[in-house]
């Protein structure tokens, strides 16, 4: 099926879905970076799982930001060609990891996550029966960063658990 094809499947207008694909596809750049320097960085008590957990969402958000940009170019639109445009771009900004201790790097990310889960279920509810494989795309992106919330909660509670006693 060629572009056309495609855009008739969209029953909403394509553009306005690449608008909203491009800022997540900055928000996930961004969050892959604030993952990614934020293990080369922190410091502190179980440092060690802290950083084994940030490199797989790092990794997890770079997969994101692939998937994203696949479905931009299905839809006949141009992923952000330039890092400069991140920062415009982006709703859920960037958080630069200044303080290395590991509540506060934890904390930064937690709060990354809870803007990505709204990012993308906003994406849902405006797809919804207008246009199924952004929909769908979305759906699947959205349980990842739901699961990234949960990981990141559970060292949190580790953490205040071994401080504890
Ligand atoms: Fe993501
Ligand atoms: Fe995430």
Redesign the pocket.
């Known amino acids: 099926m060629g572009l056309s094809g495609r855009r008739l499947l969209v029953d909403i207008d394509a553009d306005e879905v690449i608008a909203l694909l491009n800022k997540a596809f900055a928000d996930e750049w961004l ?1 892959y970076y604030q993952y990614w320097v934020g293990a080369k960085v922190v410091k502190g008590p179980m440092k060690e799982s802290v950083i084994a957990e940030l490199l797989q ?1 790092a990794a ?2 770079l997969r994101h930001a692939d998937m994203v940009s696949n479905r931009i170019i299905q839809l006949g639109g141009t992923p952000l060609l330039s890092p400069k445009e991140w920062m415009e771009h982006s709703n859920c900004g960037y958080d630069t990891p200044v303080d290395p201790y590991v509540m506060e790097i934890l904390r930064q990310n937690v709060d ?2 809870r803007c ?1 889960i709204g990012v993308y279920k906003k994406l849902m509810d405006i797809t919804k029966d207008k246009d199924v494989v952004t929909y769908e795309m979305a759906l699947q992106i959205l349980q ?2 739901v699961e ?1 919330e949960e990981d990141l909660q559970a060292l949190q509670e580790d953490f205040e658990m071994m401080m504890k006693r």
């Open positions: 969050a969402h997890d958000e990354g996550e990505a990842d960063e990234h």
